[in-house]
């Protein structure tokens, strides 16, 4: 089959097995020309398929030598329609992995059940014992809890009032922009409570509770979640609505859970990540205008990260190194360092007020924007052939 990006506002519904292992490959080759991380021995990777969490199991494995397990939620390829780029990604992760005799394994499945979490646990029993660092990196619109049944989807509103803002109408297959106003109402309680169930600490804690019960912690282990905060031009949106509610619940649970592995010495730690393109953070109204400002912003100022280069910067600078820890009045740590660099908000800030559809291909980085889009799902590379036929089981 020829496979072609499909495309419905910021979803694309196929992807490119070929274009999949060439950005993991890519990513891969980032992270083995620095310098070797000392990193966990065995790590265990919630969200590993695709955005940060690949990013992470990448360089887990390729920057500190580490064994990984991974889990994700990922459609398989059929005959006639491609599986999801985070199922390619796996694939591609794991074959590398292998190559390099490295020890990986991929648990697909929703790793908000109990089943997902003991199937895991017997992996860990079966091939490693014991794990050393759990990263947690789950985005997911939907939760079932696995205690009540009950489905809780998430989502994405201002809290208290309507948030007035301008957005970005990017239409990603012609590349046409254009700035528009937006009214965005007010999440009901209800919306705030099932948010939190969703994007909340509980499942983060449920998994600790399970590997601990489990005893296949290993002493010192450590635990991270990744969470944004972002800017005034993003708050109403983000860090002050529902999304923003469910974040502040994983620092309480690091709280919970690093009290819990005291007596192993072990710790959890939130960590506080820069704007990047994934699958989750497009879905978020008003942010693509704002990210699309800001990459153009810290490009010019020679500051801009991609996934693995600030994955394996939290690595290498906070998470295994024997300097102390950059972080905030709460003990998060802070990645976004450069993204909330005065004079880069000031800037992006400047734009922001001056931005229009007339302008906005000039004070915004519309196509860096939109080639990640197209790589996330292997899309727009050019040593790929996009016109070759490719069998979607073998994705070859
Ligand atoms: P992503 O969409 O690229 O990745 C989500 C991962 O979660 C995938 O591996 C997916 O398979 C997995 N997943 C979703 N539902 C699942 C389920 N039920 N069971 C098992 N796996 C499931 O998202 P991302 O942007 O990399 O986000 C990861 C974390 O990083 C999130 O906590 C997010 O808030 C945080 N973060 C993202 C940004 C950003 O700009 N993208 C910035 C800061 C922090």
Not at 2 to 28: D, E, L, M, W
Not at 133 to 162: C, D, F, N, Q
Not at 356 to 365: C, K, Q, Y
Request: glycine share 8%; with cysteine; net charge negative.
């Amino acid at each position: 089959m020829i496979i072609k990006p499909r495309i419905r506002g910021f979803i694309c519904t196929t992807a490119h097995p070929v274009g999949c292992a060439t950005n993991v490959s890519a990513q891969i080759e980032y992270v083995r020309g620095l310098d070797t991380i000392t990193g966990p021995r065995n790590a265990l990777i919630v969200g590993c398929s695709t955005g940060y969490g690949l990013a992470s199991r990448i360089t887990a494995a390729f920057g500190c030598g580490s064994g990984t397990l991974g889990v994700s939620f990922e459609r398989a390829p059929s005959e006639s329609k491609p599986g999801s780029a985070g199922w390619y990604n796996n694939a591609a992760f794991e074959r590398r992995a292998e190559q390099a005799g490295l020890y990986a394994r991929t648990v697909d499945g929703d790793a908000f059940s109990d089943e997902i979490k003991q199937r895991t646990i017997d992996v860990i029993r079966s091939d490693i014992g014991e794990i050393d660092l759990l990263v947690y990196s789950l985005a997911s619109p939907v939760r079932k809890h696995p205690r009540t049944g009950e489905l809780y989807r998430s989502s994405i509103k201002p809290l208290g009032k309507v948030f007035s803002s301008k957005t970005l109408n990017f239409d990603l297959m012609s590349g046409t922009a254009k700035v528009v106003d937006v009214e965005l109402d007010p999440a009901e309680a209800d919306e705030v409570d099932a948010t939190i169930a969703v994007m909340g600490g509980e499942d983060w804690e449920y998994w600790i509770e399970a590997l601990q019960g489990a005893e296949v912690l290993a002493s010192g282990f450590e635990t991270v979640a990744y969470t944004y905060i972002g800017n005034e031009l993003t708050w109403p949106i983000y860090w002050d609505g529902t999304l923003g509610r469910a974040k502040e619940d994983l620092d309480r649970a690091a709280g919970e859970i690093s009290n819990k592995l005291k007596d192993t010495n072990g710790r959890a730690d939130v960590a506080v990540l820069k704007a990047v393109v994934t699958q989750a953070s497009t879905a978020i109204p008003v942010v693509p205008l704002y990210f699309s400002i800001l990459f153009r912003v810290m490009k010019e100022h020679d500051c801009h990260e991609d996934c693995i280069a600030h994955i394996q910067r939290l690595f290498r600078e906070q998470l295994y190194s024997n300097q102390l820890k950059r972080t905030d009045e709460i003990g998060r740590i802070r990645m976004d360092n450069h993204e909330l660099d005065a004079d880069i908000q000031a800037e992006v800030q400047r734009r922001w007020s001056k931005i229009t559809t007339g302008n906005v291909a000039e004070f915004a980085d519309l196509r860096g924007f939109r080639e990640d889009f197209f790589r996330l799902f292997g899309f727009g590379i050019e040593s790929v052939d996009y016109d070759a036929d490719i069998d979607l089981l073998t994705g070859y």
